[in-house]
């Protein structure tokens, strides 16, 4: 009786086994093989680009129709931070970075100092500089150098829905000051509804506002000094203006684009957001009710009639020293950042970046741009306006540190059990230290 | 054929050649998984140590500092805060999920409930699920605007339940971590269970047992091995909890800190901070503390058995 | 003799002792079944969940009721989607082949090496058995936080960055496996047994294979069914080690498009995240239904007794 049993499941297992190698096989070689675009003539020169913006294997692809001496293959590995410990992590191994990749502004200056990136006037970028917005081109240089080629940038503006406004008899605020009144007038009439969330967790956002606001906490030119300073006069006046709206619930204390902001947003619980240029399209496929009610207008200012833009995030795109093809992956980067071949892909939709490319920031189509959340007004029109004259920062060299702990450092403030400036100065006390582990030179203070 | 030792002889000396030579063949068995094991397992871990012993930083390379970095992970208040949460965690979530596995594991052997192969296939699915999978998954349910289980909640008279709030973001994890693994550890004592002799059972209620005297003096007792192994396997798990609550921290940054569980501190302090020296050495204290509460763990169960 | 009765529903098991000695009434067999019955629809909550609303659009799915279809009925698009390189984020099809591959070949690996190593502590006592079993035991206590970016040196020293071999290779170490294999053989192939084959004068190896091999196959099949599901949902390791977005297995591809939604603000792939994750659930839980079978009869009988 056993015994059969025991043929049986034997042979039942043999055939199962056989199905099993059969597929692994099967997989195997499916797997192994690299399915890339096959290029007929293998003489062309293999190029690994890493990026997370969508859409942008459309330019990857007219890249190499009209390049075909150059194959650039692209690699999403992750939007941000992923990527870039990815990129630390091969580049202190030494093998295993990817030519050219996607970089924000404020993760360039701690690549710049490992000496991971390459000094591009090499290979003759001095001569697109005139195309580009000065602050971007500024980002990207170093000294003498030049270290990326700059992308996209994040212009920031007041994003408001006006139906709701309307409703609420809410003036679109030009300072900061009528910002607050309002904010705090509309609390008290509607206690559901903000005229803006404010999510402190969210670094480049705060940073953005704070460099807008004349209170940049960092100082860095390269090398090992560097100050910290985000105790000042002056940041200590723009925690305490943000945390008379946070304690006086003008304000929703939800983290920033996230499911539940946008939910709010498009409920009417948010009536207006302090955002830049690329949000809203990545906001539109969560709206229902309130699609093409949003408009933009200009950031308010500090001081009447002054005319200070912010600016948040935006990417470049450097070589790294590990390329085996430096030439040709500038010239690739050039392309994609410096042609209106390229942004006549890169600027619609999914990717709908935000030029520093002056010709397409001043051509009459692009103020005319328009997206569905935003109706038939031209937001561009405003988010242009502020793309030449975003302040100019410096970026200390270690931002992933900085935004892996902004999180941490400011949920209490998110979560109301701390203050905005006591949350500035534990955070200012994790950044000191950390910089000092690292061995460089930090002073406090003197940074407004 | 002369009669075999049924156990193997007690004096290990007066083993003939032939033996040893034999159990060396043994040896051979081993080797394949040995050699893998040493390759990706134990050379990373040796050269993780190696670099305990050495700090990175940004201005200045490389330099050996010795003990120094475990003087650091020694005194860092953030690592021993972890160090407390996860063992908080655990020691809420096994003993909850292991009594509820256990619990259901005893009706499907005693067959005290119908559609047992049933609920016991439904009760394994959640193995299927990737923790990433999961952790989205519970995103989705626990969302706090527009979550079904926050509406669930409303319903039932506490409107504006934050899942994801400090107060409620551990005893939400303990929820998803049950979830996932509440089946898999069923399955092992019920397959546990059910080796248990029959006889035995008969006996104990032929004897005037009732259910519940038969399920924790007869059956439990014989199935210790299995809960002990599982209780081994559950305390390194909770240790060393990392995927869960670092895909919920990309949804929800405020909920989870950068320190949350020991291992999500080191991945933070060696990926994102570069500090590789530092977050060797914290790793290296973190398996010390793992043998070290696992070994009491498992003495605690040892010396319960003998009591 | 009779052939053995399957092991059908427990109430009808005739090895099961009859309920009324436990004096047990109805009333606590349906209570009990009550009990069974919530705990299973709290398991299949999210199950449901996500089977439900990989039918909807983006909008839908933060705005619509979650346990209910809205329309558009969008199933058909969003599983066509995963055939689709979506904004260039990365083809789900092909991180689910290599998913596929890289579980297969590495759980059988795994299962295979484990069987080996299980076997061979548990029928041979070389010098040095207990020591070498319990380091490797030990090594489960070391988290792999700790091992990732060493791991990653190790490989771009022996060219492994990016190779699936990276990933197969490591994912056939598993203790667990050699620790169940271990305890299932020394409690299920009868030391008497062996000994008297190796009397008769038969070798190691056939004795393995003919004698030792088949009365292991419960064993083996609950290790082969761990270490694929291992690999399969294994995230941090191919996380660390790949950079290429083509080689994704499906927890890191899946990982990367739920980062970029929140990171880069792209909600656009909520719904192939949703639909994604059903995909990727389905062919483990078809394979336990599968394996189902294995497990009737406690057929895992002496894995876990002394």
Same mark, same amino acid.
């Given at each position: 009786?056993?015994?059969?049993?025991?043929?049986?499941?034997? #042979?039942?297992?043999?055939?199962?086994?056989?199905?099993?190698?059969?597929?692994? %096989?099967?997989?195997?070689?499916?797997?192994?093989?690299?399915?890339?675009?096959?290029?007929?003539?293998?003489?062309?020169?293999?190029?690994?680009?890493?990026?997370?913006?969508?859409?942008?294997?459309?330019?990857?692809?007219?890249?190499?129709?009209?390049?075909?001496?150059?194959?650039?293959?692209?690699?999403?590995?992750?939007?941000?931070?992923?990527?870039?410990?990815?990129?630390?992590?091969?580049?202190?191994?030494?093998?295993?970075?990817?030519?050219?990749?996607?970089?924000?502004?404020?993760?360039?200056?701690?690549?710049?100092?490992?000496?991971?990136?390459?000094?591009?006037?090499?290979?003759?970028?001095?001569?697109?500089?005139?195309?580009?917005?000065?602050?971007?081109?500024?980002?990207?240089?170093?000294?003498?150098?030049?270290?990326?080629?700059?992308?996209?940038?994040?212009? &920031?503006?007041?994003?408001?829905?006006?139906?709701?406004?309307?409703?609420?008899?809410?003036?679109?605020?030009?300072?900061?000051?009528?910002?607050?009144?309002?904010? #705090?007038? #509309?609390?008290?009439?509607?206690?559901?509804?903000?005229? =803006?969330?404010?999510?402190?967790?969210?670094?480049? #956002?705060?940073?953005?506002?704070?460099?807008?606001?004349?209170?940049?906490?960092?100082?860095?030119?390269?090398?090992?000094?560097?100050?910290?300073?985000?105790?000042?006069?002056?940041?200590?006046?723009?925690?305490?203006?943000?945390?008379?709206?946070?304690?006086?619930?003008? %304000?929703?204390?939800?983290?920033?684009?996230?499911?539940?902001?946008?939910?709010?947003?498009?409920?009417?619980?948010?009536?207006?957001?302090?955002?830049?240029?690329?949000?809203? =399209?990545?906001?539109?496929?969560?709206?229902?009710?309130? &699609?093409?009610?949003?408009?933009?207008?200009?950031?308010?200012?500090?001081?009447?009639?002054?005319?200070?833009?912010?600016?948040?995030?935006? $990417?470049?795109?450097?070589?790294?020293?590990?390329?085996?093809?430096?030439?040709?992956?500038?010239?690739?980067?050039?392309?994609?950042?410096?042609? &209106?071949?390229?942004?006549?892909?890169?600027?619609?939709?999914?990717?709908?970046?935000?030029?520093?490319?002056?010709?397409?920031?001043? $051509?009459?189509?692009?103020?005319?741009?328009?997206? $569905?959340?935003?109706?038939?007004?031209?937001?561009?029109?405003?988010?242009?306006?502020?793309? =030449?004259?975003?302040?100019?920062?410096?970026?200390?060299?270690?931002?992933?540190?900085?935004?892996?702990?902004?999180?941490?450092?400011?949920?209490?403030?998110?979560?109301?059990?701390?203050?905005?400036?006591?949350?500035?100065?534990?955070?200012?006390?994790?950044?000191?230290?950390?910089?000092?582990?690292?061995?460089?030179?930090?002073?406090?203070?003197?940074?407004? | 054929?002369?009669?075999?030792?049924?156990?193997?002889?007690?004096?290990?000396?007066?083993?003939?050649?032939?033996?040893?030579?034999?159990?060396?063949?043994?040896?051979?068995?081993?080797? /394949?998984?040995?050699?893998?094991?040493?390759?990706?397992?134990?050379?990373? !871990?040796?050269?993780?140590?190696?670099?305990?012993?050495?700090?990175?930083?940004?201005?200045?390379?490389?330099?050996?500092?010795?003990?120094?970095?475990?003087?650091?992970?020694?005194?860092?208040?953030?690592?021993?805060?972890?160090?407390?949460?996860?063992?908080?965690?655990?020691?809420?979530?096994? /003993?909850?999920?292991?009594?509820?596995?256990?619990?259901?594991?005893?009706?499907?052997?005693?067959?005290?409930?119908?559609?047992?192969?049933?609920?016991?296939?439904?009760?394994?699915? /959640?193995?299927?699920?990737?923790?990433?999978?999961?952790?989205?998954?519970? @995103?989705?349910?626990?969302?706090?605007?527009?979550?079904?289980?926050?509406?669930?909640?409303?319903?039932?008279?506490?409107? @504006?339940?934050?899942?994801?709030?400090?107060?409620?973001?551990?005893?939400?994890?303990?929820?998803?971590?049950?979830?996932?693994?509440?089946?898999?550890?069923?399955?092992?004592?019920?397959?546990?269970?059910?080796?248990?002799?029959?006889?035995?059972?008969?006996?104990?209620? !032929?004897?005037?047992?009732?259910?519940?005297?038969?399920?924790?003096?007869?059956?439990?007792?014989?199935?210790?091995?299995?809960?002990?192994?599982?209780?081994?396997?559950?305390?390194?798990?909770? !240790?060393?909890?990392?995927?869960? /609550?670092?895909?919920?921290?990309?949804?929800?940054?405020?909920?989870?800190? @950068?320190?949350?569980?020991?291992?999500?501190?080191?991945?933070?302090?060696?990926?994102?901070?570069?500090?590789?020296?530092?977050?060797?050495?914290?790793?290296?204290?973190?398996?010390?503390?793992?043998?070290?509460?696992?070994?009491?763990?498992? !003495?605690?169960?040892?010396?319960?058995?003998?009591? | 003799?009779?052939?053995?009765?399957?092991?059908?529903?427990?109430?009808?098991?005739?090895?099961?002792?009859?309920?009324?000695?436990?004096?047990?009434?109805?009333?606590?067999?349906?209570?009990?079944?009550?009990?069974?019955?919530?705990?299973?629809?709290?398991?299949?909550?999210?199950?449901?969940? +996500?089977?439900?609303?990989?039918?909807?659009?983006?909008?839908?799915?933060?705005?619509?009721?979650?346990?209910?279809?809205?329309?558009?009925?969008?199933?058909?698009?969003?599983?066509?989607?995963?055939?689709?390189?979506?904004?260039?984020?990365?083809?789900?099809?092909?991180?689910?082949?290599?998913?596929?591959?890289?579980?297969?070949?590495?759980?059988?690996?795994?299962?295979?090496?484990?069987?080996?190593?299980?076997? *061979?502590?548990?029928?041979?006592?070389?010098?040095?058995?207990?020591?070498?079993?319990?380091?490797?035991?030990?090594?489960?206590?070391?988290?792999?936080?700790?091992?990732?970016?060493?791991?990653?040196?190790?490989?771009?020293?022996?060219?492994?960055?990016?190779?699936?071999?990276?990933?197969?290779?490591?994912?056939?170490?598993?203790?667990? *496996?050699?620790?169940?294999?271990?305890?299932?053989?020394?409690?299920?192939?009868?030391?008497?047994?062996?000994?008297?084959?190796?009397?008769?004068?038969? *070798?190691?190896?056939?004795?393995?294979?003919?004698?030792?091999?088949?009365?292991?196959?419960?064993?083996?099949?609950?290790?082969?069914?761990?270490?694929?599901?291992?690999?399969?949902?294994?995230?941090?390791?191919?996380?660390?080690?790949?950079?290429?977005?083509?080689?994704?297995?499906?927890?890191?591809?899946?990982?990367?498009?739920?980062?970029?939604?929140?990171?880069?603000?792209?909600?656009?792939?909520?719904?192939?995240?949703?639909?994604?994750?059903?995909?990727?659930?389905?062919?483990?839980?078809? +394979?336990?239904?599968?394996?189902?079978?294995?497990?009737?009869?406690?057929?895992?009988? *002496?894995?876990?007794?002394?």
């Amino acid at each position: 009786m056993r015994r059969m049993t025991d043929r049986h499941s034997r #042979l039942r297992d043999r055939i199962a086994l056989g199905v099993v190698a059969v597929t692994a %096989v099967a997989l195997f070689t499916v797997g192994s093989t690299a399915a890339q675009p096959s290029r007929a003539g293998a003489a062309c020169t293999k190029i690994t680009f890493w990026a997370w913006v969508p859409g942008i294997d459309r330019a990857v692809k007219a890249f190499n129709q009209s390049h075909p001496s150059i194959c650039v293959t692209l690699s999403d590995v992750g939007a941000g931070s992923p990527e870039y410990t990815k990129l630390t992590q091969a580049l202190k191994a030494g093998s295993g970075a990817p030519d050219v990749a996607e970089v924000e502004y404020d993760e360039l200056p701690s690549f710049e100092l490992t000496k991971d990136v390459l000094d591009l006037t090499q290979y003759g970028v001095n001569s697109v500089k005139g195309t580009f917005v000065p602050w971007a081109w500024k980002q990207v240089s170093l000294g003498s150098g030049v270290y990326a080629l700059p992308g996209d940038a994040g212009p &920031m503006a007041f994003y408001y829905n006006s139906k709701a406004l309307d409703q609420y008899k809410v003036k679109v605020p030009t300072t900061w000051a009528e910002f607050s009144s309002e904010a #705090l007038a #509309l609390h008290k009439a509607h206690p559901g509804v903000y005229l =803006s969330n404010f999510s402190p967790t969210d670094l480049q #956002l705060l940073m953005a506002l704070m460099a807008q606001a004349g209170a940049w906490p960092f100082q860095y030119t390269g090398g090992s000094k560097v100050t910290i300073d985000w105790t000042g006069p002056k940041q200590t006046a723009f925690a305490n203006f943000w945390q008379k709206l946070i304690d006086a619930h003008a %304000v929703n204390p939800t983290t920033d684009v996230s499911t539940t902001q946008f939910a709010n947003m498009d409920r009417g619980v948010d009536i207006g957001w302090t955002s830049s240029a690329w949000w809203p =399209s990545y906001f539109a496929p969560d709206v229902k009710k309130t &699609m093409g009610d949003w408009r933009a207008s200009a950031l308010p200012q500090w001081k009447a009639g002054e005319d200070i833009a912010a600016n948040w995030g935006g $990417s470049a795109y450097p070589v790294f020293k590990q390329s085996q093809h430096p030439k040709e992956a500038t010239e690739f980067a050039t392309w994609l950042n410096a042609t &209106m071949d390229s942004w006549n892909i890169t600027k619609t939709a999914p990717s709908l970046l935000f030029p520093t490319f002056k010709p397409l920031l001043d $051509s009459p189509s692009f103020k005319n741009f328009t997206v $569905s959340v935003s109706g038939s007004s031209h937001p561009y029109e405003i988010f242009g306006a502020a793309a =030449s004259k975003a302040p100019i920062v410096e970026w200390p060299p270690f931002m992933t540190e900085a935004l892996a702990d902004a999180p941490t450092a400011f949920a209490p403030v998110q979560n109301g059990k701390e203050t905005l400036a006591a949350a500035f100065k534990k955070f200012q006390d994790t950044l000191v230290s950390y910089a000092k582990s690292q061995g460089f030179d930090v002073s406090t203070g003197g940074t407004s | 054929m002369s009669t075999l030792a049924i156990r193997r002889p007690a004096v290990r000396s007066r083993r003939s050649s032939w033996a040893q030579r034999r159990d060396r063949r043994g040896l051979w068995f081993v080797v /394949p998984f040995t050699l893998l094991f040493l390759a990706f397992l134990a050379a990373p !871990l040796g050269y993780a140590a190696y670099e305990s012993l050495f700090r990175d930083q940004l201005i200045g390379g490389r330099s050996y500092v010795g003990l120094a970095n475990y003087h650091a992970a020694l005194h860092d208040g953030t690592f021993w805060s972890g160090v407390w949460h996860v063992a908080l965690f655990g020691a809420i979530q096994i /003993p909850l999920m292991l009594a509820i596995a256990f619990f259901f594991a005893a009706i499907f052997d005693l067959g005290v409930a119908r559609f047992g192969p049933f609920w016991r296939a439904i009760f394994f699915l /959640p193995f299927a699920v990737p923790a990433v999978v999961a952790s989205v998954m519970w @995103n989705f349910l626990l969302e706090p605007s527009f979550g079904p289980f926050t509406h669930f909640a409303g319903f039932l008279g506490f409107p @504006n339940t934050d899942f994801f709030s400090p107060g409620l973001i551990w005893p939400t994890i303990v929820v998803i971590v049950i979830w996932e693994w509440t089946g898999y550890n069923m399955i092992i004592l019920y397959t546990a269970l059910r080796s248990v002799p029959r006889s035995v059972v008969e006996a104990a209620v !032929l004897d005037g047992a009732s259910l519940f005297k038969v399920i924790t003096r007869v059956k439990l007792p014989m199935v210790r091995p299995a809960i002990v192994m599982l209780v081994f396997l559950n305390v390194i798990g909770a !240790l060393q909890l990392f995927v869960e /609550p670092q895909i919920l921290g990309d949804f929800y940054p405020t909920a989870i800190s @950068n320190h949350f569980t020991p291992t999500i501190y080191i991945y933070n302090q060696g990926i994102a901070g570069q500090e590789y020296g530092i977050a060797s050495a914290t790793a290296v204290m973190l398996a010390i503390v793992i043998i070290f509460i696992s070994a009491s763990v498992l !003495l605690l169960t040892r010396w319960r058995r003998h009591a | 003799m009779k052939r053995p009765r399957p092991d059908r529903s427990a109430r009808y098991d005739e090895e099961v002792v009859p309920l009324r000695l436990y004096g047990l009434g109805r009333g606590t067999v349906v209570g009990l079944t009550a009990l069974c019955a919530l705990f299973a629809i709290f398991t299949l909550i999210p199950i449901v969940w +996500i089977a439900i609303n990989s039918t909807k659009t983006q909008a839908n799915l933060l705005g619509s009721f979650g346990f209910w279809f809205a329309s558009p009925f969008r199933f058909f698009h969003n599983f066509g989607m995963l055939f689709q390189n979506v904004d260039g984020e990365g083809i789900y099809f092909r991180w689910f082949l290599n998913t596929a591959l890289y579980a297969i070949a590495g759980g059988v690996g795994a299962t295979l090496f484990a069987t080996l190593a299980g076997y *061979g502590f548990a029928r041979f006592h070389f010098r040095g058995s207990t020591a070498l079993f319990y380091f490797v035991i030990a090594a489960l206590l070391v988290p792999v936080t700790a091992i990732a970016y060493p791991l990653y040196l190790v490989y771009s020293r022996i060219g492994l960055i990016n190779s699936i071999w990276g990933m197969i290779l490591p994912s056939m170490v598993a203790p667990v *496996g050699v620790y169940l294999m271990k305890t299932f053989i020394e409690a299920s192939v009868p030391r008497e047994l062996i000994d008297a084959a190796r009397v008769d004068g038969a *070798g190691e190896i056939k004795i393995f294979y003919r004698l030792a091999l088949p009365l292991m196959k419960p064993g083996l099949m609950t290790v082969l069914l761990i270490s694929i599901v291992a690999v399969w949902n294994n995230y941090f390791l191919p996380f660390i080690i790949f950079s290429q977005n083509r080689i994704f297995p499906l927890t890191v591809g899946i990982g990367v498009w739920a980062t970029r939604a929140q990171n880069a603000g792209d909600e656009r792939v909520f719904p192939l995240i949703v639909m994604g994750g059903l995909v990727t659930i389905i062919p483990l839980m078809l +394979i336990f239904l599968v394996i189902q079978k294995y497990w009737k009869s406690g057929m895992l009988v *002496g894995a876990v007794v002394e």
